[in-house]
């Protein structure tokens, strides 16, 4: 299976994360040092509180990047052969999958614990899993807003370049920690483990196939057309 990732994206990503948690850390420290020192003063206590706080959720939320989610998606699908290609923030979908079945926008969580989907609610959650890592940890988020925008951004590409061609486009969910155990029937879209995803994308929905010259050629226009990385 081919790779192609914007690499220069995840270097400024990772560096991102790393200013922003040494930063929270910092304005955290000098927090407690104001608290206790003789002259307190309350209003630049909260000032520092508040500024360690937001850097920190920004560092926990770039620190995603450097788990490099395209190189578990690669460890996951490397038996493919060469008609099948994983774009990672190459194309308009941030990890999109191109191969004889069709386009595969995959959603790559590294939630873990149990998790299910509430039917009800159109919910995944993920359950047994220590209070510590839950806060810590990548929330599920809103899988089917994510992959419906990035399913729009994908066709409108697709109509200014292959004009009236139709391509199958499909979408998963995919949980990349070994720990985690997908316990989901029917959902809103197909959730899977990491190692049952290669089966899914293998497998084109009824209809959808669209060979390997037809993907090969898609891998072309994309790698050929560009596209400029988000």
Request: glycine content about 6%; aromatic content about 10%.
């Amino acid at each position: 299976m081919r790779l192609i990732t914007n690499e220069s994206l995840y270097k400024r990503n990772t560096r991102v994360a790393l200013v922003a948690n040494l930063t929270g850390m910092f304005m955290l420290v000098i927090s407690v040092y104001v608290l206790f020192r003789q002259n307190q003063d309350f209003g630049l206590y909260l000032l520092f509180l508040t500024g360690g706080m937001i850097f920190t959720q920004v560092g926990t939320y770039f620190n995603r990047w450097n788990k490099r989610p395209d190189r578990q998606l690669y460890q996951a699908l490397k038996s493919l052969d060469d008609s099948y290609s994983l774009y990672n923030y190459t194309s308009p979908a941030s990890h999109l999958l191109v191969g004889p079945s069709g386009l595969w926008i995959l959603l790559p969580r590294q939630t873990t614990g149990t998790i299910t989907y509430d039917a009800k609610r159109r919910r995944w959650k993920a359950s047994g899993v220590p209070l510590l890592k839950r806060l810590t940890q990548e929330g599920i988020g809103n899988p089917v807003a994510e992959a419906t925008a990035e399913a729009e951004a994908l066709d409108r590409w697709l109509s200014k370049h292959l004009k009236e061609e139709s391509v199958p486009v499909s979408a998963a969910l995919v949980f990349l920690d070994p720990a985690s155990d997908v316990q989901v029937g029917t959902a809103a879209i197909p959730t899977v483990s990491s190692k049952k995803l290669k089966p899914l994308v293998i497998k084109a929905p009824k209809g959808a196939s669209m060979g390997a010259a037809r993907a090969k050629q898609l891998s072309f226009l994309f790698e050929n057309a560009k596209q400029k990385a988000r």
